[in-house]
T-cell receptor, first 114, second 110 residues
Framework: EAGVTQSPTHLIKTRGQQATLRCSPI?????VYWYQQALGLGLQFLLW???????NRGNFPPRFSGRQFPNYSSELNVNALELEDSALYLC?????????????FGDGTRLSIL | GQQLNQSPQSMFIQEGEDVSMNCTSS?????WLWYKQDPGEGPVLLIA?????ELTSNGRLTAQFGITRKDSFLNISASIPSDVGIYFC??????????FGKGTRLSVIA
């Protein structure tokens, strides 16, 4: 069974540009979560999608947005990139929320802002 | 908001030693999870706990869900070099996003 897959592995952008990160969940998982992991820090929750709807949002500015597609894959979009957006962006997926199932992570997209 | 305090921040141990790390929360959780992250990879789920007092093992790893529901610990017995990495605790209360600790960086000296 394939795990959570993220693309691209690395992304280099300059300040002010826009970035799009993609995530494919484990087959059968309907929930997708996005986290930011800045160097030396823990994981900060960004967004949670389930069945195509945004369920919750972390304490990040509106220029961080995303969506979930009918096949449950997801995109994270970051507009007007700033230097402090440089981080590892991790996607996780889980089964539906009925029994608080554990989340399984992909290997992340390393976003570097020059 | 909810906060998790994870300790210690880092550990240097000899191969073969046992390891213990813990997390405490400012609020009650109904789920505790422990993950390990290797360099360049995403976190990998080690153990999931769902009931207060629950003690669960996964090979040399053992984790417990504290009775107060505000803490959890992870023990690793007889450490080996491949145990090196960053260990994260995570918890949630109800249908809310996971809250993560800042991690314990484990180094094993052969």
């Amino acid at each position: 069974e394939a795990g959570v897959t993220q693309s691209p592995t690395h992304l280099i952008k300059t300040r002010g540009q826009q970035a799009t990160l993609r995530c494919s969940p484990i087959s059968g998982h309907t929930s997708v979560y996005w986290y930011q992991q800045a160097l030396g820090l823990g994981l900060q929750f960004l967004l949670w999608y389930d069945e195509g709807e945004e369920r919750n949002r972390g304490n990040f500015p509106p220029r961080f947005s995303g969506r979930q597609f009918p096949n449950y894959s997801s995109e994270l979009n970051v507009n007007a990139l700033e230097l402090e957006d440089s981080a590892l962006y991790l996607c996780a997926s889980s089964l539906g929320q009925g029994s608080y199932p554990p989340q399984h992570f992909g290997d992340g997209t390393r976003l570097s802002i020059l | 908001g909810q906060q998790l305090n994870q300790s210690p921040q880092s550990m240097f141990i000899q191969e073969g030693e046992d390891v213990s790390m813990n997390c405490t929360s400012s609020s009650i959780f109904n789920t505790w999870l422990w993950y390990k992250q290797d360099p360049g990879e995403g976190p990998v789920l080690l153990i999931a706990l769902y009931k207060a007092g629950e003690l669960t093992s996964n090979g040399r790893l053992t984790a417990q869900f504290g009775i107060t529901r505000k803490d959890s610990f992870l023990n690793i017995s007889a450490s080996i070099p491949s145990d090196v990495g960053i260990y994260f605790c995570a918890g949630r209360s109800g249908n809310t996003p996971l809250v993560f600790g800042k991690g314990t960086r484990l180094s094993v000296i052969a």
